[in-house]
């Protein structure tokens, strides 16, 4: 059974640091780009950033450019975002979400998700 499950998020302030994780299970990880998204409130899900299966490939949205980095440790069959100088807009559910060797920013790409966790950045 394939299986995601994030973890690492919470309440801060504006300017704060976060780091989310997502570990997975039931399959092989090494084969598998992984993505990050986010929903707020009443809005869609959208991208974040994704890393290629080797973690030699990696694309952000313009959004979160400079400020959050995706890695992943395939020992340990986990993918990271660390978010750095987090702003109230970056208040919503982020989910990580799985998909064969090559990597996508669009979401129906791909067909593993997580639970999701909540980070709200206040103001």
């Known amino acids: 059974q394939v299986q995601l499950v994030e973890s690492g998020g919470g309440l801060v302030q504006a300017g704060a640091s976060l780091r989310l994780s997502c570990a997975a299970s039931?399959?092989?990880?090494?084969?598998?780009?992984m993505g990050w998204f986010r929903q707020a409130p009443g809005k869609e899900r959208e991208f974040v950033a994704t890393i290629g299966s080797n973690g030699g490939t990696t694309y952000y949205a313009d959004s979160v450019k400079g400020r959050f980095t995706v890695s992943r440790d395939n020992a340990k069959n986990t993918v990271y975002l660390q978010m750095i100088s987090l702003k109230p807009e970056d208040t919503a559910v982020y989910y990580c979400?799985?998909?064969?060797?090559?990597?996508?920013?669009?979401?129906?790409?791909?067909?593993?998700w997580g639970q999701g966790t909540q980070v709200t950045v206040s103001s």
């Open positions: 979400a799985a998909r064969m060797w090559v990597t996508s920013r669009e979401v129906h790409d791909y067909d593993t």
């Open positions: 039931g399959l092989t990880f090494s084969r598998y780009a």
